[in-house]
Each structure stands twice: as structure tokens, then as C-alpha cells.
């Protein structure tokens, strides 16, 4: 083989998810694997970075303008048709992490309705897939430090398919919390 052979573990941390969607996305055939001689899975890393950087085949393509248009400050100064007019998911959470805004952009994607998750947990009730030091653990040590600004890209796999994002974590000078959500 031309490509090095990797374990569940290794694939995960690549992916920025927990071993446990590795091996479901083994099993339903989203990510091939071998399994050795102890029933152990591999994955070739060029699968897992094929999925990394392209996405699953039959998950659509968003083409977006630049967030650049759009600063942080202004979205607490949006309405919230307003933010449903901006053409990426905007998630608005209070200290906490609670759901306190939801655009349209984020139901379509998540295919979860703003009723069904403003006021809830993001990490714990809404995107459980979150909850680890990845996401809300950021999340928490920039509360705690005074600077949240996080971008990293990440794999959603709560209630759907794989989704390969990049997210932008981000408090904004009026202490609103922001997670900006682009399909990739």
C-alpha cells in the first residue's frame, strides 16, 4: 500500500471526533478500514485525510462570500431576520453555553429547528459531539482567560451524517458568544 495504515485513534484525533464515530463510519462504510488479524480496524490516512479535506461525496457544497463582510460585533447588533439572512450557521451561546440565537442558515444545516434548541445546552443537549476539550473545553478556558477566538475545523456527527466544518469560536466586544458554523 502507498498510504500508511492508522489506527481508530489516530483517524479520530485527525478528524477531530471520538473513536466511537470512527468505528460507526467503519461500519456503515463512511470511511473504509482493514481490520487485522485481532479484528483491530486501520484506515488508510489518505482516506482519512480525503474526508478531512473534501468532505463525504454526497454531502452538498456551500459557496460562501467571505465572513470579512460581516464583523462578530455586528451580528449582536442584528435582528434576528437579519441573522437569518447571513449565508452561514450562526450560533449564539451565553456563558454557559446555552442557546441564545439560531439562524436559518444552522437549522438547514443541522436540520435541527431554532424552537428545538434555543435554551438548551449546545454542548451537552443540542450537539453532544461537542462536549470535549476540542470544543467546549476552548470554549470554557477563553471564558475563563478573556480571550475566546477559536477556529479550527471539526467533524458534527449529533443527529446526521458526518459534516466537515470550519468553526470560528468567538466572543465579541459587547461579551456576546458566538460559534460561526461554514459547511465545507
Same mark, same amino acid.
Given at each position: 500500500m502507498t498510504s500508511t495504515l492508522i489506527t481508530t485513534r489516530a483517524a479520530a484525533g485527525l478528524l477531530g471526533v471520538g473513536t466511537t464515530s470512527i468505528k460507526r463510519w467503519a461500519d456503515d462504510g463512511t470511511l473504509p478500514c482493514v481490520r487485522t488479524a485481532g479484528g483491530h480496524r486501520r484506515f488508510l490516512r489518505s482516506d482519512v485525510l480525503g474526508l478531512l479535506h473534501q468532505g463525504r461525496a454526497d454531502e452538498p457544497r456551500a459557496s460562501l462570500p467571505p465572513t470579512a463582510t460581516i464583523t462578530v460585533d455586528q451580528l449582536g447588533q442584528m435582528s434576528r431576520e437579519q441573522l437569518d439572512g447571513v449565508p452561514f450557521g450562526v450560533i449564539g451561546l451565553d456563558d454557559q453555553g446555552v442557546v441564545v440565537a439560531y439562524n436559518r442558515s444552522e437549522e438547514r444545516f443541522a436540520g435541527l429547528r431554532r424552537a428545538d434548541v434555543l435554551g438548551r445546552s449546545f454542548f451537552t443537549d443540542v450537539a453532544p459531539c461537542t462536549n470535549n476539550r476540542l470544543l467546549r473545553g476552548r470554549f470554557e478556558q477563553g471564558l475563563a482567560s478573556g480571550v475566546l477566538d477559536v477556529k479550527?475545523?471539526?467533524?458534527?456527527t449529533y443527529r446526521m451524517d458526518a459534516r466537515l466544518v470550519q468553526l470560528h469560536l468567538v466572543r465579541d @466586544?459587547?461579551?456576546? @458568544?458566538?460559534l460561526l458554523v461554514h459547511p465545507r
Open positions: 479550527l475545523d471539526y467533524t458534527f @466586544n459587547a461579551g456576546n @458568544n458566538w
